[in-house]
């Protein structure tokens, strides 16, 4: 069993910062790319930045520049800096990691996701 536990949401006026955290748990071999998400009002879960275990990241194009994803892969842990937030980053941000759970089948990644971390932005 793994768990992926987003924290860091809250509410902030545009142009302010946020940190997300995601820390997964459980029963992990190894944990390969991993990714935020974000899920606005109305409309479909969004990729907007991931991360290889070599820390090559990618970012949507509306948040580079403002936006850093890191990880810690000795903490399993991921982190997305946000800056200069505008309202349009509303959203429940989700996390997203492809994990190995057995060490019997190295290759194996299963897709874990964590419950969400509501992100509001003011204007």
Do not use: H
Not at 19 to 47: D, E, F, H, N
Request: proline residues 2%; aromatic residues 8%.
């Amino acid at each position: 069993q793994v768990q992926l536990v987003e924290s860091g949401g809250g509410l902030v006026q545009a142009g302010g910062s946020l940190r997300l955290s995601c820390v997964a748990s459980g029963s992990i071999v190894r944990v390969g790319t991993m990714a935020w998400y974000r899920q606005a009002p109305g409309q479909q879960r969004k990729l907007v930045a991931s991360i290889l275990d070599d820390e090559t990241a990618n970012y949507l194009d509306s948040v580079k520049g403002r936006f850093t994803i890191s990880r810690d892969n000795a903490k399993n842990t991921m982190y997305l800096q946000m800056n200069s937030l505008k309202p349009e980053d509303t959203g429940v941000y989700y996390c997203n990691a492809e994990v190995v759970s057995d060490a019997r089948f190295p290759r194996r990644y299963f897709d874990r996701w964590g419950q969400g971390t509501l992100v509001t932005i003011s204007s």
